[in-house]
């Protein structure tokens, strides 16, 4: 059977799509719901599903973003959504992250049926059939830069709308908090997809790590400040989110080719000059 999961704050919207559509005319079962987008993802994560019926407007997670981290970590995932919010220009940005069906509420019994058939359509046209799916069993794990990842995965990542959103977001994020201390496990959070997604993405799209593009960030924000003749090197360094003086000194000379003291002396006058 295709595995169906429905997300909805709505007990009564979860309630009435389990009940109502036949599931087992199209080979479905409804294996999971939940009631907001963070326990949906959580549900996402465990069992898998095929098709997906869910809310774009739920507190506490963007329904865009949603879309994005799931269609970009499970592609072949059929993905309906239903919405009271009523706007053309969201819907079509949500169609481009590679949902199948966009309904408004209250959606008509022949508008589910039509997309669960169109959803089960696509499945099989791809070639996933019910019960096809292989077992994947447990993985050795893989360390990319003290991060453990399933190896299995490696190497999976494909260009998608849903992934270039997934990027622009997670940068801008960065640009925001760049003076905090930033892991790669923050920013991912704040994407809704692992570790591992976010790094493959990352260099995916930037050909450079997480590490490699928050360093850059801060360089950047580092020479901005260095034109400041009031500002100490040391007090610099800790605004842009480096605690250690050391490592700043060696982050900024392999990024800028001169030593931070050297870049304030030389490069910012001879600028000034020219």
Request: net charge negative; with cysteine; aromatic share 8%.
């Amino acid at each position: 059977m295709y595995k169906v999961v429905i997300i909805d704050d709505e007990p009564i919207i979860v309630e009435g799509l389990s009940r109502s559509i036949q599931w087992k005319n199209w080979q479905c079962e409804v294996v999971g719901t939940a009631s907001s987008g963070e326990e949906g993802m959580e549900l996402i994560d465990t069992v898998n599903p095929d098709i997906l019926f869910s809310d774009i407007c739920m507190p506490g997670m963007d329904g865009l973003t949603m879309i994005a981290a799931i269609k970009s970590q499970h592609p072949n995932m059929e993905i309906t959504i239903l919405t009271g919010f009523r706007d053309f220009d969201y819907a079509q940005r949500a169609i481009r992250l590679g949902v199948t069906r966009f309904l408004l509420k209250p959606s008509k019994t022949d508008e589910l049926m039509e997309a669960v058939e169109k959803m089960t359509n696509n499945l099989a046209a791809s070639h996933i059939y019910p019960d096809s799916r292989p077992v994947i069993a447990d993985t050795p794990e893989l360390t990319v830069k003290g991060e453990n990842f399933p190896a299995d995965q490696e190497d999976v990542i494909e260009d998608s709308p849903a992934g270039s959103f997934i990027v622009n977001n997670a940068l801008q994020y960065m640009e925001e908090n760049y003076m905090n201390k930033l892991k790669l496990s923050d920013v991912a959070e704040k994407c809704f997809v692992s570790q591992w997604h976010l790094s493959k993405l990352l260099n995916r799209y930037k050909e450079q790590s997480f590490s490699d593009i928050l360093n850059n960030i801060r360089v950047e924000k580092a020479k901005a400040m260095l034109q400041n003749p009031t500002l100490r090197i040391g007090d610099v360094a800790e605004h842009v989110g480096f605690m250690d003086m050391a490592h700043f000194s060696r982050v900024f000379k392999k990024q800028v080719g001169v030593s931070a003291n050297e870049y304030r002396n030389t490069v910012i006058t001879t600028e000034k000059k020219n």
